[in-house]
Nanobody
């Protein structure tokens, strides 16, 4: 499976962005999709995940209520809507995919997009 992320940019604190991830190269009904982020000097961390089969969603505590992950079965796209952005959300954001299993462990995802930079100014 191939992934291509886009939609990052520079935004002021309190603003919004929507990240998109094009998913191709297979059938995804059994897949788990997730967004991770990595800030300079920090480890890659889980942000949000979704099960393609039933749309179940999962979030890291600091983004609950602000971020929304969704998928479009027709377009084979995964989105991350980010509202009320904070400077601490600044990072490179990656979409990732795996066949089944958990959603939070970055090491368990074999497929990654190239990353898109999100910068939130204070």
């Amino acid at each position: 499976v191939q992934l291509q992320a886009s939609g990052g940019g520079l935004v002021q604190a309190g603003g919004s962005l929507r990240l998109s991830c094009v998913v191709s190269g297979g059938t995804f009904s059994s897949y788990v999709m997730a967004w991770f982020r990595q800030a300079p000097g920090k480890e890659r961390e889980f942000v949000a995940g979704i099960r393609w089969s039933d749309g179940s969603t999962y979030y890291e505590d600091s983004v609950k209520g602000r971020f929304t992950i969704s998928r479009d079965n027709v377009k084979n796209m995964v989105y991350l809507r980010m509202n009320s952005l904070k400077p601490e959300d600044t990072a490179v954001y990656y979409c990732a995919a795996r066949r089944g299993g958990g959603v939070r462990g970055a090491a368990e995802f074999p497929s990654w997009g190239q990353g898109t930079q999100v910068t939130v100014s204070s």
